[in-house]
């Protein structure tokens, strides 16, 4: 963070200093709500949550070097008292960002959003230093603490922005107010708390709402929802996408043998052949978000083409592939699900396992509320459709819909399975993989499935091991 004193802090957020012999001490480091992440020069946030009160850990956070801790209450230890934690943490990162000369750049869309926001990242830092969003921090906790994370010498902030409901992205967007907005998609993620894909795209174009006159909203030109987002902004628009009219788009897209994408970019400066690391089709849009992104900062369609050809995974479990030592491929994409990505997985897998018996190791995918029978049916139906090897469904009642989807979708039902949890999808797949076979894990969070592929990547190298 920015060089900040105590005294500057407290006038801030509106708190009271507590305990504070010196309240011109600066925090120097890093605002942390994990006292394991506590350094010399930080300000630790303390949260009270369902299991773990962070104001218990006061004392502990100084010793370790916390300048002072931002509480609710007097902790016995420097802090500042706020009626409110997670506000006075939004109001600190509105503050310092007014302060920054960083561009900010923010992103949000149903799928794709950290994928897309880590390619943003590694093109961006090859001009100028860049911080962006961890992993999926993006809600009203995540994205002030990232963005307190910059200092005097960042030049670009990429925030990831999600939602779970109207409003939620124009709070996020006025705690940090973004030059470049960029929307992915309007796709089914959360449609059961939403109600519907249009409410979905009324959440997600608050973000454009949210630009300046001077700022610019870049949108998906292959989605309807999003490309009908350009008359909610005073913003420019720039398109990305493979129609025609798009100004950031890609030409003869196609898959390389191990099923990485490669593509022409072309943009208004000139074109350039880019072949990615990352695996799966669904990675081309996601690149030419990050493109359009990079093009509008000033960077040439060579300078985009090489760091998108160089750029890799900076998330977990997200198309994470491990080969093993017997020949038996990994990929462990548990992190989340959705049926766009469910999709977009399955049809990575297809092209991967080229000549090699694949299998799809599929769990539920939540937050469906109507749409779940449906939406777990048609994935189990297409996984039939790309010809993969063997189904292996995971988990109770959604499971079950996934295998019987597969079954009813023609003979290849008997190449289905429905097992009871992740022990035993590992025990049966210990049992029956072979050399050469292709393995994708993939499931919502709440599901847990990235044990399997743990237990199937540790298998490979060490012998029998168990799902945790």
Do not use: C
């Amino acid at each position: 963070m920015i060089a900040l004193s105590l005294a500057e802090i407290a006038a801030v957020v509106g708190g009271q200093t507590h305990d504070i012999p010196d309240p011109s001490a600066e925090v120097t480091g890093p605002v942390v709500r994990d006292s394991r992440e506590v350094g010399p020069g930080t300000l630790f946030a303390a949260f009270a949550g369902e299991r773990v009160d962070g104001h218990d850990f006061a004392r502990q956070v100084v010793e370790a070097g916390a300048v002072a801790v931002l509480a609710s209450r007097p902790v016995g230890v420097p802090a500042i008292v706020v009626e409110d934690v997670q506000s006075a943490l939004g109001a600190l990162a509105r503050h310092v960002v007014r302060r920054l000369g960083a561009t900010l750049v923010a992103l949000t869309g149903s799928a794709g959003k950290t994928s897309t926001k880590d390619l943003i990242a590694q093109v961006l830092q090859r001009k100028a230093p860049t911080v962006w969003t961890p992993g999926s921090l993006n809600n009203e906790i995540g994205l002030p603490l990232t963005a307190l994370s910059a200092t005097e010498e960042t030049r670009f902030l990429v925030l990831e922005m999600g939602a779970r409901g109207i409003g939620h992205i124009r709070y996020l967007a006025d705690l940090t107010p973004p030059k470049i907005g960029l929307v992915l998609n309007v796709g089914s993620a959360h449609i059961g708390e939403f109600g519907g894909r249009e409410q979905i795209a009324q959440a997600k174009g608050e973000l454009v709402e949210a630009l300046p006159e001077d700022g610019t909203a870049v949108l998906n030109a292959d989605d309807p929802l999003v490309r009908a987002m350009a008359s909610r902004t005073k913003a420019k628009v720039i398109l990305f996408g493979e129609s025609d009219e798009a100004d950031v788009r890609a030409e003869n897209v196609r898959l390389t043998d191990s099923g990485q994408p490669a593509f022409l970019l072309r943009t208004p400066s000139g074109a350039s052949e880019v072949t990615m690391r990352l695996y799966g089709e669904h990675h081309v849009s996601n690149a030419l978000a990050a493109a359009a992104v990079a093009h509008e900062l000033g960077m040439s369609a060579e300078e985009i083409a090489t760091a998108l050809s160089e750029a890799g995974s900076l998330s977990r479990w997200r198309m994470e592939v491990t080969e093993r030592p017997d020949g038996v491929t990994i990929v462990n994409d548990a992190y989340n699900a959705n049926p766009e990505s469910m999709r977009a997985a399955l049809r990575a897998l297809a092209a991967m396992g080229r000549g090699r018996r694949t299998w799809a190791v599929l769990g539920k995918m939540a937050e469906l509320g109507d749409e779940a029978l449906a939406e777990h049916d048609a994935v189990g139906r297409l996984a039939v459709r790309l010809n993969v090897g063997k189904l292996v469904a995971v988990g109770g009642r959604e499971a079950s819909w996934l295998q019987l989807g597969a079954y009813n979708e023609g003979s290849w039902g008997e190449e289905s399975v429905h097992v009871s949890d992740a022990q035993a999808a590992v025990d049966l797949l210990r049992s029956e993989l072979r050399p050469g076979d292709v393995v994708l894990v993939k499931a919502s969070r709440s599901v847990g499935l990235e044990s399997v592929a743990q237990a199937l990547v540790e298998t490979g190298a060490e012998g029998e091991v168990s799902a945790r």
